[in-house]
């Protein structure tokens, strides 16, 4: 019987992880990333070179957490001039995911890429847009004036030495 359900488990094991692992290539912010790590300049002149074009790895590492809208991941980016890994940070506004942290960092050293404003620039930010033209609108009702006089009774006696 114990011959039997190792091999089981360990099927079990793979499976799991081999889901888990797809999911994460599959989040969000995990897709944003890769778009723009391939199309990148900065990254295509370290990485891959004139022409050249580069590969993100399937397989993702780190954590994405729905509940606290936080999430952190790494993958790998490959070109014909090098390699390294991508760290990226995302937080959950709303039901939208947005990227708070992108950065290359070459394998072997060499200066990172923070690549956090080169994606904001292509995609915008999560903050609204200014409408001079929008009327405002009073969200809140205005606060009660305060009482006009208050009173405080304290105890007879004065503070003890």
Do not use: Y
């Amino acid at each position: 019987m114990r011959r039997t359900v190792m091999p089981f488990l360990m099927a079990c094991a793979l499976l799991l992880c081999g889901a888990g692992c797809g999911r994460l290539s599959s989040h969000p912010v995990v897709v944003g990333a890769k778009k723009e790590v391939t199309r990148n300049p900065r990254v295509l002149e370290l990485l891959a070179g004139p022409g050249g074009t580069i590969e993100c790895s399937s397989t993702v590492t780190g954590r994405a957490n729905e509940t606290d809208g936080i999430a952190a991941m790494e993958f790998e980016a490959i070109g014909a001039k090098g390699r390294g890994t991508v760290i990226v940070e995302g937080k959950k506004l709303g039901q939208e995911w947005t990227v708070t942290r992108l950065e290359l960092q070459p394998v072997g050293g060499g200066e990172h890429l923070m690549l956090t404003a080169d994606l904001e620039a292509h995609t915008g930010t999560d903050t609204p847009k200014f409408d001079p033209a929008a009327t405002s609108s009073p969200t809140t009702q205005p606060a009660p004036p305060p009482p006009a006089d208050i009173e405080i009774a304290l105890p007879p006696g004065g503070p003890s030495p």
